[in-house]
């Protein structure tokens, strides 16, 4: 088992709906999450960056971390076509080596 | 603040050749870390640099090698190449008060 699993789609919607990305993880010691979106041949963009359990919102986007049941999510309200990218959740622990792991990524496609 | 730099962006190079990738973090941060990104592997972390000294190290060959400057800049080296090594290799640096990774645009290396 991945130490971090992500589904990678693709994930297809129409424009406006909301989405859910989501990503599940073994290790208990992951305390800072991040959620990163990639376009096509480009470098992961930093969107969310979440520490320990609760929700965060910016803009159109919600991360949420559930620690108890080792899953977070990020979702986005309004999706909007430019919102078509690869998203990559990633998780470090606290202390030492704060290297994320990282999820393979969700592929998301909005279509108008 | 100007982002992350990478250069070159394309690389041709064949088998057997060495290559040498270059990457500039953002002003201040002090750690650099390197990633190769495949389609079938996904994120995968080579190794990272803080002030001259790497500090971790993932699961790849000897043949991938790294080092960085007292200004922060960091290289990375692979030799005699394989046809593997095709990827897209990513450097991403970090420093201040948190251990977020900002991402350069990568170094797109096809190995023919």
């Known amino acids: 088992q991945k130490e971090v699993e992500q589904d990678p789609g693709p994930l297809s919607v129409p424009e406006g709906a909301i989405v859910s990305l989501n990503c599940t993880y073994s290790?208990?010691?992951?305390?800072?999450f991040m959620w990163y979106r990639q376009y096509s041949r480009k470098g992961p963009e930093l969107l969310m960056y979440?520490?320990?359990?609760g929700n965060k919102e910016d803009g159109r986007f919600t991360a949420q971390v559930d620690k108890s049941s080792k899953y977070i999510s990020l979702f986005i309200r309004d999706s909007q076509p430019s919102d078509s990218a690869t998203y990559l959740c990633?998780?470090?622990?606290?202390?030492?080596?704060?290297?994320?792991?990282f999820g393979r990524g969700t592929s998301l496609i909005v279509h108008p | 603040k100007a982002g992350v730099t990478q250069t070159p962006r394309y690389l041709i190079k064949t088998r057997g050749q060495q290559v040498t990738l270059s990457c500039s973090p953002i002003?201040?941060?002090?750690?650099v870390s390197w990633y190769q990104q495949t389609p079938g592997q996904g994120l995968q972390f080579l190794f990272e640099?803080?002030?001259?000294?790497?500090?971790n190290k993932g699961n790849f060959p000897g043949r991938f090698s790294g080092r960085q400057f007292s200004n922060s800049r960091s290289e990375m080296n692979v030799s005699t190449l394989e046809l593997g090594d095709s990827a897209l290799y990513l450097c991403?640096?970090?420093?201040?008060?948190?251990?977020?990774?900002?991402f350069g645009p990568g170094t797109r290396l096809t190995v023919l």
């Open positions: 991403a640096s970090s420093g201040g008060t948190t251990n977020e990774q900002f």
């Open positions: 290790n208990s010691a992951f305390q800072y």
């Open positions: 979440t520490y320990s359990s």
């Open positions: 990633a998780m470090s622990e606290a202390g030492g080596s704060y290297i994320p792991t």
């Open positions: 002003s201040g941060h002090r750690s």
């Open positions: 640099y803080f002030s001259e000294t790497q500090r």
